[in-house]
């Protein structure tokens, strides 16, 4: 099989790192051998990386015409939407139509990106004396961004349109898992004009993680993964005083009051947690539920869970596809596991298929459990699969003291019918982000951040913009 290149410093090279294969999880086979950056490719890269940003092609280049090229990579991906779709599909299981309205979502962020880099604005400051007061924002310099394997279609255009709107340049490592939509990102970078060296995708394991993190050339780290490794990150990184974005895990509650649109409750509990296989930070993994409508919504929610087809992701039918990866699959079976030793009660799922036609991809079915307190290990670790626990609460006190009893702090939703209450509970609960009587709904203009260890620093929105620059204050007298 052909080893695929990465891009650095506007070239396409094998580089001289061992070269690694990536999986399609839904049957097991080799989708393509990709090359792997070493240390000596990286260190070239980021000097690449320092002189074009420096050079006038890019340092010179007005917020408009840079909005141009944004603009332009908006519309590549689009162009190539069906193309793309079928590529992340195949290596990271992901169905059809989520890989498609990902991609949807990523050209319009480049699009977004374009219009604030063309609208940012510095400020004046009031003066006080003899001078007027500037206030310029100014790119970081050269930034790496480390993704992960889980949506790399929207993730990796999150980095990317907020990096180079801000007039940065940037190197990003995608996950050693799912390589492949960042190098399709390379090449309609190329093609949508960004000058050789703004852009460079390298391509390789943690080691190469490690290696931009601590690499004394990358003025900035963007990170999205685990908080263990975020962890890790912040610690070299506050070594070298290098600024970081960190979006981590969570361990999301979603809230179901009594008074609630029950069955309009249940669909979206139910896709607050199982749509790309609960693979999302924000899965609505810890279920509360009002005890008075324990009985009747646990039904419902079992039925829905039943209901949903496990399939080759390709399919129109397929409401689940594989896990990311067997080694995967394997984390999340053992979560399940110890949770049932623990004493929970399984009230739908937790087995491996037994269908022979999924028997050769990472396939896991939609996992309900019950029975275990809230401090629970099941309830307060971060599975990143199809699996959720349903907990009871009886008074709102109660509610919130639970849900905000965890480490981590990155979304929530809330069901009630009442305005009041709604306030009331989405005002108590630690996170970074709270839906009412809806879960899941994104956008690129609303910032998005982590509470407590789910993150530092903002993601979307203006504010994802102006993590990438910093402030020059001019004093000119007069």
Same mark, same amino acid.
């Given at each position: 099989?052909?080893?695929?290149?990465?891009?650095?410093?506007?070239?396409?090279?094998?580089?001289?790192?061992?070269?690694?294969?990536?999986?399609?999880?839904?049957?097991?086979?080799?989708?393509?051998?990709?090359?792997?950056?070493?240390?000596?490719?990286?260190?070239?890269?980021?000097?690449?990386?320092?002189?074009?940003?420096?050079?006038?092609?890019?340092?010179?280049?007005?917020?408009?015409?840079?909005?141009?090229?944004?603009?332009?990579?908006?519309?590549?991906?689009?162009?190539?939407?069906?193309?793309?779709?079928?590529?992340?599909?195949?290596?990271?299981?992901?169905?059809?139509?989520?890989?498609?309205?990902?991609?949807?979502?990523?050209?319009?962020?480049?699009?977004?990106?374009?219009?604030?880099?063309?609208?940012?604005?510095?400020?004046?400051?009031?003066?006080?004396?003899?001078?007027?007061?500037?206030?310029?924002?100014?790119?970081?310099?050269?930034?790496?961004?480390?993704?992960?394997?889980?949506?790399?279609?929207?993730?990796?255009?999150?980095?990317?349109?907020?990096?180079?709107?801000?007039?940065?340049?940037?190197?990003?490592?995608?996950?050693?898992?799912?390589?492949?939509?960042?190098?399709?990102?390379?090449?309609?970078?190329?093609?949508?004009?960004?000058?050789?060296?703004?852009?460079?995708?390298?391509?390789?394991?943690? =080691?190469?993680?490690?290696?931009?993190?601590?690499?004394?050339?990358?003025?900035?780290?963007?990170?999205?993964?685990?908080?263990?490794?975020?962890?890790?990150?912040?610690? =070299?990184?506050?070594?070298?005083?290098?600024?970081?974005?960190?979006?981590?895990?969570?361990?999301?509650?979603?809230?179901?009051?009594?008074?609630?649109?029950?069955?309009?409750?249940?669909?979206?509990?139910?896709?607050?947690?199982?749509?790309?296989?609960?693979?999302?930070?924000?899965?609505?993994?810890?279920?509360?539920? =009002?005890?008075?409508?324990?009985?009747?919504?646990?039904?419902?929610?079992?039925?829905?869970?039943?209901?949903?087809?496990?399939?080759?992701?390709?399919?129109?039918?397929?409401?689940?596809?594989?896990?990311?990866?067997?080694?995967?699959?394997?984390?999340?079976?053992?979560?399940?596991?110890?949770?049932?030793?623990?004493?929970?009660?399984?009230?739908?799922?937790?087995?491996?298929?037994?269908?022979?036609?999924?028997?050769?991809?990472?396939?896991?079915?939609?996992?309900?459990?019950?029975?275990?307190?809230?401090?629970?290990?099941?309830?307060?670790?971060?599975?990143?699969?199809?699996?959720?626990?349903?907990?009871?609460?009886?008074?709102?006190?109660?509610?919130?003291?639970?849900?905000?009893?965890?480490?981590?702090?990155?979304?929530?939703?809330?069901?009630?019918?009442?305005?009041?209450?709604?306030?009331?509970?989405?005002?108590?609960?630690?996170?970074?982000?709270?839906?009412?009587?809806?879960?899941?709904?994104?956008?690129?203009?609303?910032?998005?951040?982590?509470?407590?260890?789910?993150?530092?620093?903002?993601?979307?929105?203006?504010?994802?913009?102006?993590?990438?620059?910093?402030?020059?204050?001019?004093?000119?007298?007069?």
């Amino acid at each position: 099989m052909i080893t695929r290149p990465f891009l650095a410093d506007g070239t396409w090279t094998h580089g001289t790192g061992t070269p690694f294969s990536t999986t399609n999880p839904a049957d097991g086979t080799i989708v393509e051998t990709v090359a792997a950056a070493s240390s000596e490719d990286l260190d070239a890269a980021v000097v690449a990386a320092r002189k074009a940003f420096s050079d006038p092609s890019w340092a010179d280049l007005r917020p408009h015409a840079r909005a141009r090229l944004l603009y332009r990579m908006g519309e590549l991906i689009d162009r190539d939407r069906p193309r793309l779709a079928q590529v992340q599909l195949r290596d990271n299981g992901k169905t059809l139509n989520e890989c498609s309205t990902m991609l949807e979502s990523a050209a319009n962020t480049f699009r977004y990106y374009a219009a604030a880099c063309e609208t940012h604005q510095g400020a004046v400051p009031p003066a006080r004396g003899a001078y007027m007061n500037l206030a310029v924002d100014v790119p970081v310099g050269v930034v790496g961004a480390i993704t992960p394997w889980n949506s790399p279609a929207t993730l990796e255009a999150q980095k990317l349109a907020p990096i180079l709107a801000a007039g940065n340049a940037v190197l990003l490592k995608p996950s050693e898992v799912t390589p492949l939509i960042a190098l399709e990102y390379a090449a309609l970078s190329q093609e949508a004009g960004f000058p050789p060296g703004i852009v460079s995708v390298l391509t390789g394991g943690i =080691e190469l993680g490690r290696q931009m993190v601590s690499h004394p050339g990358i003025d900035m780290i963007s990170f999205t993964g685990g908080t263990r490794a975020g962890k890790l990150i912040a610690s =070299e990184a506050g070594l070298q005083l290098k600024p970081v974005v960190l979006e981590l895990g969570g361990k999301s509650p979603h809230i179901v009051c009594a008074d609630a649109d029950l069955e309009a409750a249940a669909r979206a509990v139910a896709i607050g947690i199982f749509a790309g296989t609960g693979q999302s930070c924000v899965a609505g993994s810890r279920i509360f539920v =009002e005890h008075s409508i324990l009985a009747e919504f646990t039904a419902s929610l079992v039925d829905i869970a039943k209901s949903l087809e496990l399939g080759a992701p390709e399919e129109s039918t397929t409401d689940l596809g594989p896990l990311v990866s067997f080694g995967h699959r394997e984390v999340v079976h053992g979560h399940v596991l110890r949770a049932v030793a623990d004493g929970a009660t399984l009230l739908t799922g937790g087995d491996l298929p037994a269908d022979p036609k999924l028997s050769a991809g990472a396939y896991y079915p939609p996992t309900l459990l019950t029975g275990l307190p809230n401090s629970s290990d099941i309830c307060q670790q971060e599975v990143f699969g199809p699996v959720a626990v349903v907990l009871p609460f009886d008074d709102d006190a109660n509610l919130i003291a639970q849900a905000n009893h965890s480490d981590f702090g990155l979304a929530s939703g809330v069901w009630t019918k009442s305005l009041e209450r709604a306030w009331r509970i989405a005002d108590g609960l630690q996170a970074g982000t709270c839906w009412i009587n809806s879960y899941k709904n994104l956008s690129i203009s609303a910032p998005f951040q982590g509470h407590k260890q789910s993150g530092l620093g903002r993601e979307k929105g203006l504010d994802g913009l102006r993590q990438y620059v910093q402030t020059k204050t001019v004093f000119w007298p007069v």
